[in-house]
């Protein structure tokens, strides 16, 4: 999601304008490997689009998932199929805040059918909601009805969940510049934001996050991060809108299996087609990661007629020619369901 002067023609610019780094992208992806990951302490994280599907992910698969981070995005099912909410509701709110009662009956709605997680599971979950104040793209108060709903849902809000907003930061993902090998050149104004929406505000969102979902982390002990990041084949996990090609992050030594994951979810506008591969190397995630025995899955969305700044599906827009009622939100939505495939594919037991 992005103001409407940030497009492709704006990502294309910065992308041709950063400072050459050695991508992947002269390699042919393999195909996801089963690392035998550990399916205790997964989490998944995500910011604006991202956020939204990861909220989409825990609700559906709570018992999936130990914690759930949340950046600059509002509140579960938000748009609730229409790309009219989506714009007026769940970015601006010239249509008001979204009516938790409504919310809370479609919720109701899904657990009849059983198309998305028992109440028992979510409650267990731990969760981390973080908004810039300054945030232009969506309204700081769409995170704070985010937290409002985790409250009636978690079994004790005050010791599962943190809800952060930080003044004078505005729509991105934040990145400790002193921490990471990425200089202010490379990355978004904190308080203004824009592409590639990584904010150089000196602010180690990644780790904070990390630590809140997953308990006392050990620090990074440098710049480059002991491991390896992959591109992997995401044919075998069509769906609409999915890109062709995904990336994972390998700390040295989760090879032989162990290592838990996080699934990180990039925003609209910063997936590695437009912005090469900042997310993927400079959002912090794999400092932390390697030091931490924790793998880095980061699926890719494509941009295409209908989503040209390729956007997760939070709006039904993967299922809305097929079904009047998108499942976009449950756990028949394709994306989601390619998602949870690809985690099971890391969890299977290695060759």
Partial sequence: MSKPRTGRRVAAALLAALPATPLLAETPPAPLPALSADA????????????????????????????LGVLAAGPWSCARGSLGLALGQCMGTSRGLPDPEALAQRLADYRERDLVGDAEALAELRVYVWHGAADEVVAPAL????????????????????????????????????????????????????????????????????????????????TEPAGELRRF????????????????????????????????????????????????????????????????????????????????????????????????DTREGRQGQALMAMLTRLQEESP
């Fill in 233 to 328: 084949d995401q044919g075998d996990f069509d769906a609409k809108g999915l890109a062709d090609t995904g990336y994972l992050f390998v700390p040295t030594g989760c090879e032989s299996g162990g290592c838990a994951v996080t699934l990180a979810l990039h925003g609209c506008n910063m997936g590695a087609e437009l912005i090469g591969e900042a997310f993927v190397r400079h959002s912090g995630l794999n400092a932390w990661a390697a030091e931490n025995r924790r793998i880095v899955l980061y699926p890719q969305a494509e941009t295409r007629l209908g989503n040209p700044q390729g956007c997760w599906d939070w709006w039904g827009y993967a299922e809305s020619t097929w079904q009047l009622d998108p499942m976009h």
């Fill in 40 to 67: 205790a302490g997964t989490s998944v994280v995500g910011v604006s689009s991202g956020g939204y599907m990861a909220t989409q992910l825990a609700v559906a698969w709570p018992e999936r998932f130990a914690g």
């Fill in 143 to 222: 995170g704070e009805a985010l937290a409002e709903q985790f409250r009636g849902w978690l079994a004790d809000p005050e010791r599962q969940l943190r809800l952060r907003q930080d003044p004078d930061i505005g729509h991105g993902w934040p990145v400790d510049t002193a921490r990471g090998d990425a200089t202010p050149a490379e990355l978004g104004d904190c308080r203004d934001g824009g592409a590639p929406h990584l904010l150089a505000c000196d602010r180690d969102i990644a780790g904070e996050a990390l630590a809140w979902l997953h308990g006392e982390l050990d620090p990074p002990s440098g």
